[in-house]
């Protein structure tokens, strides 16, 4: 083969090389805009659902399209596109009404048109009590090594969903509230650690949240990783990485 001939033959390599490359490029792109979106988890406040340092895949088409469904949130367009709401009990990941740029993932617990109410820690919906049964401790260690127990239960929705939440306070500052009347095209959000949670219970800091704020929801813990440690610290994943969380799907 003559030197044009090889040169030509690793031109048309390279060529071919990029071509894949952009494509696997614009085909990674389409699924992070519109199908599924990564999301780690930076506080505490969905323990035991979910840990600090899981990270897991929102689905972005749950709800249908809004401009916050969207990288920097275009002003396109406004409202929902193919809109569907959330049921109850579905884990969301949503804008802050307040700034509409900071991610948060809460439960949903209100719905247009709902009553909420906490009383003595007892959520109520809609003046019913939800059905909450004491389970065993929620045990996980502190990053100094010591092992902590946490006042576990489990809640049952009126839509038969249940979950498991935290009662760390007894007769915590969300533990009693007022009626909160959920407008209509908004949702009422709260964390399953009850007490360590800024969510709707605190009108001024979250409140009720517009439909057209949701970003997705969650489905499944693609990545795990003991709080203190960094995803890309490689060399920590055989003893930090928590193997059993991997795959799990949320509810």
């Not at 949670?197 to 003991?226: C, H, K, M, W, Y």
């Amino acid at each position: 083969m003559s030197v044009e001939a090889e040169a030509a033959q690793d031109k048309g390599g390279i060529r071919d090389t990029l071509r894949v490359i952009v494509h696997a490029l614009i085909l990674a792109l389409i699924v992070r805009v519109f199908l599924f979106q990564p999301f780690n988890i930076p506080s505490g406040s969905m323990i035991p659902t979910l840990l600090v340092g899981d990270y897991l895949f929102v689905s972005k088409y749950s709800y249908g399209y809004s401009r916050y469904s969207f990288p920097f949130g275009p002003n396109l367009f406004s409202g929902r596109i193919w809109a569907a709401e959330p049921a109850r009990g579905d884990v969301v990941v949503f804008k802050l009404p307040r700034d509409n740029e900071t991610d948060y993932i809460k439960r949903v617990i209100g719905l247009p048109g709902d009553e909420i109410q906490m009383i003595h820690g007892i959520l109520h919906i809609n003046g019913e009590a939800v059905k909450k049964e004491r389970v065993e401790d929620f045990v996980m260690q502190d990053p100094g090594g010591r092992e902590r127990h946490f006042t576990r239960y489990r809640e049952t929705l009126p839509n038969g969903v249940t979950y498991p939440v935290l009662d760390i306070v007894n007769e915590g500052i969300g533990d009693n509230t007022e009626i909160y009347k959920v407008p209509e095209g908004h949702f009422f959000m709260m964390g399953d650690n009850r007490d360590n949670s800024t969510d709707s219970r605190f009108l001024s800091e979250v409140g009720f949240i517009p439909f057209e704020n949701l970003v997705g929801r969650a489905q499944i813990i693609f990545f795990s990783i003991d709080e203190g440690s960094s995803f890309w610290q490689v060399w920590k994943w055989p003893t930090d990485v928590r193997w059993s969380r991997i795959l799990d799907v949320v509810h």
